[in-house]
């Protein structure tokens, strides 16, 4: 079953529309909630006055903070109230410190009464002052918006390899730059919905689409002062995640008023409050300074990133410590002095995002290389494959990677898959014909990257499953508990495959039960590109286990295995030495555009994308989202602007914020998988689907400079920004 | 106000507000869930329906302009147990992933096969431009809406 592109387990619901998400399902008796949120970026509530949303007919309950048993959430860190507002004796919960707090939650008969209601509630703020700017936040006279944050700063990540001084004093050529990346809306089609009841046995159970149904669970029970025996989750289909439903957003409210109320209660956002009201890809500032001798060779690296982490942690300060990594790419360079930082500000909450911090710190590293390339005046393939990270190469932490480092063969591949012949010892890049047009200029880019598979730097990692394996002469039917999220990404499918191919039997006979904290054990977030390698290899020692109770004449044989990879360890506080992760993903794209320099309209006319996968399990699968990863990489480069001023969102519709539609992605998208084995992964797999968004970015920079000797240094490259500095460069209709 | 709208063959009659949506008509009204709400403001197409045959977004319409009107969705797109093309292409082609924007695009590009049943790949991108999908990248939703027009004869 491993290798073949097997059909999706979840098709036939999808396409005749039976399948359910959160927002379809109804029980009898189920009431409305509807949150009410903060109108505020920074202020203290001092009173709440719910007697006119009480009074309204229909109005079943109004929450606030005080009807919260332990008032805290997060992800990492428990630094966000769950209803802000007095009344709760958790401190500091009576600040608002975004727009996106909730401070009362209403419980009506229907969603309109609801709806009515949260307005009447009439909240008194006492404002504070606010600081929206991630660098002006780290101040000493700036607005605190956690105690125990000096400076708003949630961490503080350094590298300290080699010798900076004589890093520099070898070094022929020296590029700098400032980057700067924007805001990500993950935009996935499902708005957030949920329904909180008690179920059958007397938990109090929510259906939500997520990506963790244990930690769900955990950060319910957590904040209803509840034993996690009595809180259950449930996911349904989910309408795409990407990160964004990584973390909480209608499920502890949800559980709250089906537990006090012991009633089914409802919700679904709209399109405007899922916008609003969940966290970001983080926008980052990054300073970076590279040296290489004239032979192409980098020989010292320095970055200071900032990334804005808005007003509560999500999972920032992991996001931060994979750019930290990332940020001076893959590439093994002696001399490396890195500080990042995350920040809080009065800001929408950043989290995480395909990529995790990935994409930012490729962003400067690649386009860094990319601008070595021209000083140096040489081929951006050359000099990579001069400095690309190999089996035994260092890390910048001081560590070697794990074994089965690819970079090297993926750059190759890539560049000849795409524009670059070898010849004469070296890498020559062949440019297509330029238009008649000459508004319409064309440009190649390149750049390459890798990215973690699974949670790194100590993070307790691990994941469980359950083979049953019931008949007698022979196996009749093999049940899999695997809790494992599919957002559409299609694990479950690939759960079916490899259990399959782990027992021996064909796929028809095998009956997955998953995303249900009452019927499995954690599966660990479908997140980090993880699922298929951390899953696979629970899978495969489960079946292991089953086998041999089986042949020991059990009936039915069952077992259990948790998969444990091999530990990883946090960054040195002063040197940031560590062993980050215990398995990596290595990609490389190509990317032609054509810049129309009037209108300032960037088409990606092809995509070439060659990612290591290790062993493809299902390769229609892959390509899938080798695609999806590169559309959604180009609306982040390009098109997606989300705007904030003084930490409100502008633009919180599919009308305002723009993501690719069908006539905006590439015409040509190339997938080239490779297959060279990690020797972790289950059948040699990697994990594959975050990869191909971190080299895009850059890869069309590269492009576009290509195209018309101009350097974006700032993502989006939104027409109205293009034309701009085209003009200042004296390019364009001046 | 007293409507008669007829839905996958079936005539429902109902008394409504007149400010109610199509789309939650056929939501909360009738129950049929396969017909999604993904922006609220008729951008990403997820609520893509049939009226008397053409397509259309269900939340740009009231309840009450289908008053007497004949309405396909997703769940009668199928005869029977047998999936109409289109959905047999989605499946075998991997057009989806997430799933929640696919009854729109079923419903967006059967309705356009009858106006150009030997669409070129081009004229399927311009037909599908007001349907989102955030998942696929769409180039699968592409070939398996070519698949669905050279098995429908096309």
Redesign the interface.
Known sequence: MIGQ?M??I????????????P??I?LEGQLWLKMRFSDRAHARITAIDTSQAEALPGVVAVFTAKDVPVNEYGLVIKDQPVICGPGSDMPGSDIVRTYMDCVAVVVAETDAIAAKAVKLIDVTYEDLPAVFDMEAAMEDDAPQLHADSPNNIICHYRIRKGDMEAGWSQADVVVEGVYETGYQE??????EAGLGYIDEEGRVTVIVGGQWVHEDQEQIYHALGLPPEQVRVIYP????A?GGREDMSVQIVLALAAWKLQRPVKT?W???ESILHHHKRHPMRIYSKWGATKDGKIVAAEAKVIGDAGAYNYTSNKVLGNTNLMVTGPYEIDNVHVDTYGVYTNNIPCGAFRGFGGPQGAFAAEAQMNKLAEALGMDPVEVRMKNVLREGSLLTVGTPLPKGVTIPQVVEACAEESYWRRGDGAWHLNRPPQPDNPALRRGIGFACGFKNVGFSFGFPEQNWATIELHGGAEIEEVIVRQAGAD????AHTVFVQMTAEAVGVPVEKVRLLTHDTAKTQTSGSSSASRMTFMSGNAIRGAAQQALQLWQDEERPAIATYQYKPPKTTPYHPETGESEPNFAYGYVAEAVEVEVDIETGHIHVIKVVCANDVGVAINP??IT?Q???????AQGYAIMEHLISNEGKIQNP???TYL?P???D?PTE?KSVVLELADPRGPWGARGMAEMPFIPLAPAITAAVHDATGVWFDEIPMTPDRVVTKLREHGIGIL | MNVSITINGTVYERDIEPRMLLVHFIREELGLTGTNIGCDTSQCGACTIHMDGRSLKSCTCLAVQADGREITTIEGLADGDNLHPMQEAFWDNHGLQCGYCTPGMIMASTAFLKDNPHPTEEEIRHALEGNFCRCTGYQNIVKSIKAASEKMGG
Request: proline content about 4%; hydrophobic content about 40%; charged content about 15%.
């Open positions: 592109s059909t999706r979840d098709a036939l619901g999808k396409v005749t529309g039976e399948t359910p998400y927002g379809d109804n993950h935009a996935y089609l499902q708005p289909a989910i309408g795409g990407f679904i709209s399109r405007e957002v559409g990404q299609g229609q699968q899938g080798i695609e999806g990863a590169i559309v959604q519709f599919l009308s993501i539609t069908v006539l992605v998208v």
